[in-house]
T-cell receptor
Framework: DGGITQSPKYLFRKEGQNVTLSCEQNLNHDAMYWYRQDPGQGLRLIYYSQIVNDFQKGDIAEGYSVSREKKESFPLTVTSAQKNPTAFYLC????????????FGEGSRLTVL | GQNIDQPTEMTATEGAIVQINCTYQTSGFNGLFWYQQHAGEAPTFLSYNVLDGLEEKGRFSSFLSRSKGYSYLLLKELQMKDSASYLCAVFPGTASKLTFGTGTRLQVTL
């Protein structure tokens, strides 16, 4: 089945550590996105990529980094520079040439201890 | 710029009808999405409106007025499982990213 797979689903991190969240899609979508969601809040865009080897900052990119070496993969690294990383992280992809409908992964919940 | 407004919270009674409004001002418009998101889960697609008018899909309907920059999601015969956040998002056009509103948290009570 086509879809988006995020891992891990739950992650605990000590302060000062970098962590990487995985996102893989087999929908053949060119565009991929990372969103952050805090309790009771909407989605905030961290980074997005519209093509392999290229990505752009979203609204809250500070303290995060990404790479897009393959069409299927768009990992997100939460660095120690991110002051308040505890949140729910959602990866998504879409075909921007069509309706633009976003398909989401199941999310990764990061907790900093 | 992009601006999408939705009410933050709404409460409705089981079995009732509720209308969740969304107004938008965006540079470019190709269509408007509604997503449902239960707490701790990923958003799921509800509807996509491109043309003016009402589209019905079971208990859920979505309306769009492009000239007024306005949409609403209508939920009928509310059930407890409809308690969730409802996200309005605009697709500005080809090669553009979606712009989301902050979402409306709906609580269905007995």
């Amino acid at each position: 089945d086509g879809g988006i797979t995020q891992s891990p689903k739950y992650l605990f991190r000590k302060e000062g550590q970098n962590v990487t969240l995985s996102c893989e899609q087999n929908l053949n979508h060119d565009a991929m996105y990372w969103y952050r969601q805090d309790p009771g809040q909407g989605l905030r865009l961290i980074y997005y990529s519209q093509i392999v080897n290229d990505f752009q900052k979203g609204d809250i990119a500070e303290g995060y980094s990404v790479s897009r070496e393959k069409k299927e993969s768009f990992p997100l690294t939460v660095t120690s520079a991110q002051k308040n990383p505890t949140a729910f992280y959602l990866c998504a992809s879409n075909d921007q040439e069509n309706t633009g409908e976003l398909f989401f992964g199941e999310g990764s919940r990061l907790t900093v201890l | 710029g992009q601006n999408i407004d939705q009410p933050t919270e709404m409460t409705a009674t089981e079995g009732a009808i509720v209308q969740i409004n969304c107004t938008y001002q965006t540079s470019g418009f190709n269509g408007l999405f509604w997503y449902q998101q239960h707490a701790g889960e990923a958003p799921t697609f509800l509807s996509y409106n491109v043309l003016d008018g009402l589209e019905e899909k079971g208990r859920f309907s979505s309306f769009l007025s492009r000239s007024k920059g306005y949409s609403y999601l209508l939920l009928k015969e509310l059930q407890m499982k409809d308690s969730a956040s409802y996200l309005c998002a605009v697709f500005p056009g080809t090669a553009s990213k979606l712009t989301f509103g902050t979402g409306t948290r709906l609580q269905v009570t007995l």
